[in-house]
């Protein structure tokens, strides 16, 4: 039973290109985030959703859109990509805001 | 802005050593404070958390203290084991209500049979 997944696991494309990503949980949970991992292994958060509306939004590139259809999904589409997003992005999810947040296992992104 | 700093970036132990990892958080708001394991190729996964209104917690191997006063909080590991090799990272929730964790920068913690 997995908790939290992504798809999809890896994903290699070019340079302009637009691309998503989907994530789904079934633990029940409220809340669901977006992290960036680079190459250093910093984790940063991008979003968060509480019940489906945006409650945090960090200094991304508003080419960065997250969606979320409904309290179980949270996608983040990528638009124009460039060689700098290249990083490891990890979705995942949490009963509510300061809770126990937990993690898919992430999509490999690379950008060339 | 916020920050949580992380010591050592790495850690070499020998099988059945403790390993010690240290924390320090600028938000005095802050509440919640977890710690996280993460293995190659994998997404971090929880492994003991604690809140502001408890100085100490304990699981098994694994143990956490936190000083409010202070602003830091600590992961022992007793008994390492070659399996506890990973990356651990310490986070502390921003102020408010929003859930917003920051992260330290990791540790590698490399046990030597």
């Known amino acids: 039973d997995t908790a939290v997944s992504q798809t999809p696991k890896y994903l290699v494309t070019q340079m302009g290109n637009d691309k998503s990503i989907k994530c789904e949980q079934n633990?029940?949970?409220?809340?669901m985030y977006w992290y960036k991992q680079d190459s250093k292994k910093f984790l940063k958060i991008m979003f968060s959703y509480n019940n489906k509306e945006l409650i945090i939004n960090e200094t991304v590139p508003n080419r960065f859109s997250p969606k979320s259809p409904d309290k179980a999904h949270l996608n983040l589409h990528i638009n124009s990509l460039e060689l700098g997003d290249s990083a490891v992005y990890f979705c995942?999810?949490?009963?509510?805001?300061?809770?126990?947040?937990?993690f898919g296992p992430g999509t490999r992104l690379l950008v060339l | 802005g916020e920050n949580v700093e992380q010591h050592p970036s790495t850690l070499s132990v020998q099988e059945g050593d403790s390993a010690v990892i240290k924390c320090t958080y600028s938000d005095s708001a802050s509440n919640y404070f977890p710690w996280y394991k993460q293995e190659l190729g994998k997404g971090p996964q929880l492994i003991i958390d604690?809140?502001?209104?408890?100085g100490e917690k304990k699981d098994q191997r694994i143990a956490v203290t936190l000083n409010k006063t202070a602003k830091h909080f600590s992961l022992h590991i007793t008994e390492t084991q070659p399996e506890d090799s990973a990356v651990y990272f310490c986070a502390a929730s921003l102020g408010g209500s929003q859930g917003n964790l920051i992260f330290g920068k990791g540790t590698k913690l490399s046990v030597k049979p």
């Open positions: 633990l029940g949970h409220d809340t």
């Open positions: 604690i809140r502001s209104n408890v």
């Open positions: 995942a999810s949490s009963q509510g805001p300061v809770q126990t947040q937990y």
